[in-house]
């Protein structure tokens, strides 16, 4: 059985950092790129980053570039996201995502292209 597990999440506030966790299980976990997504209240499910089977290359919407960092341990099955400098439209449910195959590609924003998720990790970030 395949199983996709975030944690980390909690409030925090701005300015502020916190790092995520996805673990896997059941998948071979090198063979899968790895995204993050995440949906703010109200709104629908957006990309955050994703990242190829090697750790890199690595991609990031403009709005978290330069703030958020995704990582993987292929050793340990485990996806991470550090965060500095949190923002409260940083607020929501972050979700791990596992596409087959070794690299993002052109279409990492699409949520329909991966074949696995998460129950995500609330995180909230007040001002």
């Known amino acids: 059985q395949i199983q996709v597990v975030e944690s980390g999440g909690g409030s925090v506030q701005a300015g502020e950092s916190l790092t995520l966790s996805c673990t896997t299980s059941g998948l071979a976990f090198e063979n899968y790129a790895m995204a993050w997504f995440r949906q703010p209240p109200g709104k629908q499910r957006e990309p955050v980053s994703c990242?190829?089977?090697?750790?890199?290359?690595?991609y990031y919407t403009d709005v978290v570039k330069g703030r958020f960092a995704t990582s993987r341990d292929n050793r340990k099955n485990t996806l991470s996201l550090q965060r500095i400098g949190l923002k409260p439209e940083d607020t929501g449910r972050y979700y791990c995502a596992a596409r087959g195959g070794d690299y993002c590609g052109g279409d990492w924003r699409t949520q329909q292209v991966y074949d696995h998720w998460g129950q995500g990790t609330q995180v909230t970030v007040t001002s």
């Open positions: 990242v190829s089977w090697r750790g890199r290359p690595a």
